[in-house]
């Protein structure tokens, strides 16, 4: 059996430190590291490596996401991006996809979650399912956006069921969502900047059966139409 150089058995041995670190190197520590705390990413607790670690209470800004297995791929980092990819615990349902994190940038690739909406209004609960959704902000432009977005809103005179796709518009991250009442059209559009600032418009047909409920929770008469705007952030 032939002994190898000492050279070369001084790379093989630095090769496979260096893996071994890389295997072991703490998924915490990673986040810390990244852009993505900054941009609104943020757990009650991070364990495990970045190969499989564990994010327990995680979130983005004000949007609840839960208990979620988290893995950082080393390839993106070569190219000075932390691309994290998420799914839920093992026999549980939750969010899945992938936040790429970069200087001065952000994107979410084929993200799949029911998440709940901000309450725009007292009273009003909203449910927004996201399927294969994707966006990206550069310098805090929205640069490009997929993806099927649906929004079931509850509201004590009335609900409703909204669907549409992602797209960008003016530099914002717009959710064009439209549906039908009994009463006529309905549609819910959000404008999300890439500072998580947020405006929405929210239109129903009027009807005298459910008209006093609406202008009681704010909705102003535009029209045929009854209309509620607003902003907030996420």
Known sequence: ?????????????????????????????????????????????????????????????????????????????????????????????GPAGALIAARGAFAAEGVTAVVPMPPFVPGLGATLSLQDFGVSFAGNACRAASGAVTADVRMETANLSLAGTATCADGLLLLPLTGRTPAGDASLFVHIAGNAGYTYEIRVASAPETDAGFLAAGFVREGGNLVLRGEGRL
């Open 1 to 93: 059996m032939t002994a190898l150089p000492t050279r070369r058995l001084a790379l093989v041995f630095a090769a496979a430190f260096a893996l071994c670190l890389l295997l072991l190197f703490p998924l915490a520590l990673a986040l810390s590291l990244s852009p993505l705390p900054a941009q609104g990413f943020h757990a009650r607790a991070v364990s495990g490596s970045i190969w499989a670690g564990r994010a327990e209470g995680a979130g983005f800004g004000g949007v609840p996401l839960g208990d979620l297995r988290v893995s950082l791929s080393p390839f993106a980092l070569a190219t000075g991006k932390a691309r994290f990819r998420f799914a839920p615990e093992t026999g549980t349902a």
